[in-house]
Nanobody, 114 residues
Framework: VQLQASGGGLVQAGGSLRLSCAASGIIFSLYAMNWYRQAPGKQREWVATITRGGSKNYPDSVKGRFTISRDNAKNTVYLQMNSLNAEDTAVYYC?????????WGQGTQVTVSS
């Protein structure tokens, strides 16, 4: 199983980025997909979820700014991030969950300069 995250980088405050996570080795459409992030010195934080049925959930910290989506034909989940601020600086990880099966990608760095 491989989850390959990409799309991170350096962006100015107020800017946007779109992260992608391409999955292989799983039946992607059966998995709920999540994005998490971890800032230096902090615990990993949940950012977004999209269920296999397409329902979406976000914590208040990103609601209205971030949008998760999935393309089952491409085995890919996306995270559109708008109105970025310095507090969004972190390594972003994608995660695939189905019952007891739980897989993590390697992370992609997002740095927001103020």
């Amino acid at each position: 199983v491989q989850l390959q995250a990409s799309g991170g980088g350096l962006v100015q405050a107020g800017g946007s980025l779109r992260l992608s996570c391409a999955a292989s080795g799983i039946i992607f459409s059966l998995y709920a997909m999540n994005w998490y992030r971890q800032a230096p010195g902090k615990q990993r934080e949940w950012v977004a979820t999209i269920t296999r049925g397409g329902s979406k959930n976000y914590p208040d910290s990103v609601k209205g700014r971030f949008t998760i989506s999935r393309d089952n034909a491409k085995n890919t989940v996306y995270l559109q991030m708008n109105s970025l601020n310095a507090e969004d600086t972190a390594v972003y990880y994608c995660n695939a969950v189905m019952g007891p099966s739980n897989y993590w990608g390697q992370g992609t760095q997002v740095t927001v300069s103020s």
